[in-house]
């Protein structure tokens, strides 16, 4: 087996400076937050693989339910010679469309995408391992900064999947698609996850499990805090807290402070003040509609050309063409 070619856009030095440019804005902000990215550390990815396997959260098995019910219509539609995942990690999932497209007969290479060169190069590996005779070139790097570096034989598709769209907030999703399109073909394509609307009492479930593993992976951003810009965070006096905001159609992940405390994080030359009660805010997680979707790919430059949910209408696959 010949090695995966690997082409790295983003190096541990330049994770580190983004790690520290974000911590000192958002711990300076009113109110406070910290972004999602910094939840994946070896113990966080652990620790969401987990979440995945959960009884209350549905959205990993209902995405997966989509794919492998609709993955051979999805390679007779595109009939892509490269499929490009953005946030590969393990690429589990994808094999439903690698092997779509690979017994469709037009699949020729797999570019995988992550911000860990461990990550990509195992995950690479077993893909090789797996689909013998397969090109795979992994790229290194942030989809918010380097998807115009991302190679691949036309036509391609791009998968989002998991839902991550809905950690973007409104403009960045909007930069985010017309970044895609504009590294996109007219013709070629996107396929996205998205989690829909539903009932509260299930999306809050859905980020507060009963087993405490969600609040475990929460405050465990805490410790990345410490590690990697020496942090003295006190990450048992942090409470989880998952909430539904109905105006804007998402879920908000917070960590509230039990007692009022002092932080320094040394490496910042930083010191910041919590109240009692007050939250740091650590993810968005918005749900949608369709024609929410719809409008949004529009006026990223892509016509929505195919519509799926799961069985319970809990979570949508969609299928968009670069125009």
Same mark, same amino acid.
């Given at each position: 087996m010949t090695e995966p070619v690997l %082409? *790295?856009?983003?190096?541990?030095?330049?994770?580190?400076?983004?790690?520290?440019? %974000? *911590?000192?804005?958002?711990?300076?902000?009113?109110?406070?937050?910290?972004?999602p990215k910094w939840f994946y550390d070896a113990v966080g990815s652990a620790l969401f693989e987990d979440i995945t396997r959960l009884p209350e959260y549905y959205p990993t098995r209902a995405e997966r339910e989509v794919l492998a019910d609709r993955a051979s219509e999805i390679a007779e539609t595109t009939g892509a010679h490269a499929l490009v995942e953005l946030g590969s990690g393990s690429s589990e999932k994808t094999r439903l469309l690698l092997s779509a497209l690979r017994e469709h007969g037009t699949l020729q290479e797999f570019v995988p995408q992550d911000v860990s060169v461990s990550a990509l190069t195992e995950a690479a590996h077993a893909i090789m391992a797996d689909y013998p005779g397969l090109r795979v070139h992994g790229v290194v790097g942030d989809f918010t900064q380097h998807l115009s570096l991302l190679p691949g034989e036309s036509p391609r598709v791009v998968a989002f999947l998991g839902g991550t769209i809905g950690n973007l907030i409104p403009d960045e999703r909007e930069k985010f698609f017309r970044t895609v399109r504009d590294v996109l073909q007219p013709g070629e394509w996107l396929l996205l996850g998205t989690d829909l609307v539903k009932d509260p009492?299930?999306?809050v479930r859905a980020y507060?499990?009963?087993?405490?593993?969600?609040?475990?992976?929460?405050?465990?951003?805490?410790?990345?805090?410490?590690?990697?810009?020496?942090?003295?965070?006190d990450v048992d006096a942090f409470e989880h807290v998952a909430l539904w905001n109905a105006e804007q159609e998402w879920i908000e992940m917070r960590l509230r402070a039990k007692r009022a405390m002092r932080v320094t994080l040394a490496e910042l030359g930083l010191t910041v003040e919590f109240r009692e009660g007050e939250e740091l805010r650590t993810e968005v997680s918005a749900k949608f509609r369709e024609e929410g979707v719809r409008q949004e790919l529009e006026d990223g430059g892509f016509a929505l050309h195919r519509w799926w949910t799961?069985?319970?209408g809990r979570f949508a696959v969609s299928l968009a063409q670069a125009i």
């Open positions: %082409d *790295v856009h983003l190096k541990p030095e330049d994770a580190a400076h983004a790690l520290r440019a %974000d *911590v000192r804005a958002g711990l300076t902000a009113d109110p406070k937050w910290v972004s009492e299930t999306l507060d499990d009963a087993q405490g593993v969600t609040a475990e992976f929460n405050r465990n951003v805490l410790n990345v805090l410490n590690r990697e810009v020496g942090g003295d965070f799961d069985a319970e």
